[in-house]
């Protein structure tokens, strides 16, 4: 029986080839995905490696707001830089400045950018078994610097010229560059990290606001002294106020950060492959159900000369093992090809990363045979359970197993389809618990299993009435005919389709909706002509001098105008944004923000302002005291004065003016400028502009395109997500290609009787074409149904929360129609042609 399969197999390569393809892709996603992340991981542990190699312990401060901040770093005092000095095993010390936030302005007038890696302003502490002059030497005056080679390259500097540098605590200042640097091993960048260096007093200054001040300190030990016991008597020495580690635990947990985002990465690599991989389950259940068809006599002799029900299932399941086998060796190498890949890109646009050796973790090989295996037996076991049905005195027939009826599995699909939804509901609602995700998840997967088996009874009268747009011809009306006359397997097929159409239409009809409703809910909101404001490139965002604001409030025709802070605060116990304002008054006349208790048009130095929701979750009322710890100094109380009505636009909490000093970044990130009646916006805004030649992050836009600007994030994440999920369409483009190409087969005999009675070979292929076109359409058609209720069930659950318009995305759905057409046209490409040249007496004969 064995030899009987794998002979078997080998006699039908197109069909095994065809099988595995679909596991080839998802299980290539899935290996890539671990190669990627290894990779990558292991780069950071390089190069952490490199930048605490000449550190022993390591000496910081404790951060006043705990957590992933991103901005404001916590100090060290010179105090205790000479502390450390006399402490028994120090060889030496040296206090480090270096703060995210040193922008250098290129020889195009514009500000670098970074995507991920930092953009430190640090002090020059001279060459070391790192750093290497390249050109120059190192800062000496307040007015000199020196940058690392990557960001000299980038900028198009070099030594003697003037440039700018925008900074944390200041405004562009324009410095000369004295000096080049480079590392050990001739790189030009640690990680892709932009480095600007000025002296001690300037980096002080200019980076953390204040003199006298480091962001770490670099302890060498004496010869002799272990790093451990180095590590133990300093902290000893300095209490608890400080953090102390080892160089080895500094690169590890540096290391162990970025793994974390890279694990996040790696799971939404993981879940994209799933989908894949969920499609690709269609693709070979509806091959091996073909087959099984196809081979109908061939299994019925096999029980007529002895053959168990036992033994016809195995013979299916070793086929689908063996297909599983070779797609997950060649899935696997595959991975290992993309991940290289992903890491060599990620490596270039990331600043230069070098990497550490494209490395195959063991997940990555037991993940690739565990998921090829898995996903083709579980697809291949319900056809093996029909084909072990099929009864000996079948071999006596000449046709394959007919239909059954759909009552069955009609019944079983709306059973499923209700307990998705039923899922969907209790996520979508919030009554999950902890479990929401999952619960959401988990029901839109069980509800497309449910719309999948319920597609059979659909599919003969939707692709009926589809079919008829291509009936004007014999050929076309064949075409429309053969797509209905085999429900389950036109529904297997276009079900696939639908799958990823289905998420890319309900993302669409998600973020479309929260484009519109933020759109509009900021069109009625803001009050403001003008509105300067600056992408994000990086953790920190761009930020401009207060001194604009001051002098765009002087212009004629401005009537009022408003500079936005933000900083990450703990606010008694619990961590939570909070903003300041230049201007209290812009809350009610730019923001229209509406009292429900207390004033909001005023705020004394010890107040604060909180919205509705705030008060409301955390009990506060007009009276209630907040302990307030920011990014920098002692916390402060401030007495609740106000409470405003909330909205998807204002802050839970606000400040006075004199707080910004303590703010991680002590500049505004918005600026909203209001104009008098009647004047023109064209007549201020070259002004303002003006005004803004020294802050090249920032530009000053209308309203309008202000908040285009905001919502052009959504159409970002919608194209990447559309980007991923193409892997999950393609399967499917090779589903009916697959399904196609085996229909062929199977209906050898009645193309040649076809052909025999006059049937062009023109004819034949449009008749495969308009099959395809159907079939496609159909899944599209299913899939744009499907994703735009989920989409609209999610719009509906996110009504509280700010997105209360419902906006479907017709010309994108008109376009995936479209687009399906077409996909079924390229699909039929191959099957027509090989239909096509059929020898007509050999079909005639086929058996």
Partial sequence: MLRATLKSLLARKLRLILSGLAVVLGVMFVSGAFVLTDTLGRSFDAVFADAYAGTDVGVSGKPKVSGDNGQAPALVPAAALNTVRGVPGVASVTGQVGADGARLIGANGKALTSFGPPQLGENWTGEDKLVKLREGRGPNADNEIAVNAATAAAAKVKVGDRVGVLTIAAPK??????????????????????????????AQRLMLGQPGVYTNL????????????????IGTALGDGYVVKTGKQLSADSSADLKQGLSFFNKILLGFAGVALFVGIFLILNTFSIVVAQRTRELALLRAVGASRRQVINSVLVEAVVVGLLASVIGLGAGIGVGALLAYLFGKLGGGLALAGIGVPPAAVISAFAVGLLVTLVAAVLPALRAARIPPVAALQDVATPDRPLTKITVAGALVGAAGGTLLGLGLAGKAGDNTLWTILGGVLVAFIGVALLTPAISRPVVSVLGRLFSWSVAGKLGRLNSGRNPRRTAITAAALMVGIALVTGVSVILDSAKGSITALAKDTIQAQLVISGGRSGPRPASFDPAV????????????TDGEYGDMAVVNGQRTWVAASSNVAALTQIFQAKPTAGSIDRLADNEALVSSDTA???????????????????????????VYGSSQLTNPMVLPPAAVKDFALPQPIQGFIQLTDGTPVSQVQPRVEALLADSPEVSVADRDAFIKQQTNQFDTILTMIQILLALAILIAVLGIVNTLALSVLERTRELGLLRAIGLRRSRTMWMITVE???????????????????GAAVVRALRDDGIDRLILPWGQMGLFLGLAAIIGVVAAVLPAIRAARINVLGAIAHE
Wanted: proline share 2%.
């Fill in 772 to 790: 395809a076109v159907v079939i496609s359409v159909f899944g599209a058609l299913l899939g744009v149904v499907v994703g735009s209720g989920l």
């Fill in 549 to 560: 604001l001051e002098k765009a409030a002087a212009l004629p025709g401005v009537r009022l």
């Fill in 616 to 642: 409301k979750s955390r009990g506060l009322s007009v009276g209630s005291k907040l302990t307030v710890q920011l990014s920098r100094g002692d916390a402060r109380t401030y007495t609740v004065s106000g």
């Fill in 173 to 202: 200042r324009e410095f000369t560059l004295v000096g080049i640097f480079g590392y050990s091993g001739d790189r030009d960048s640690i990680g892709g990290v932009q480095e600007v260096t000025f002296t001690e007093p300037t």
């Fill in 218 to 233: 670099r302890v060498t030990a004496a010869s002799g002294v272990s790093d451990t016991e180095l590590r133990d008597r």
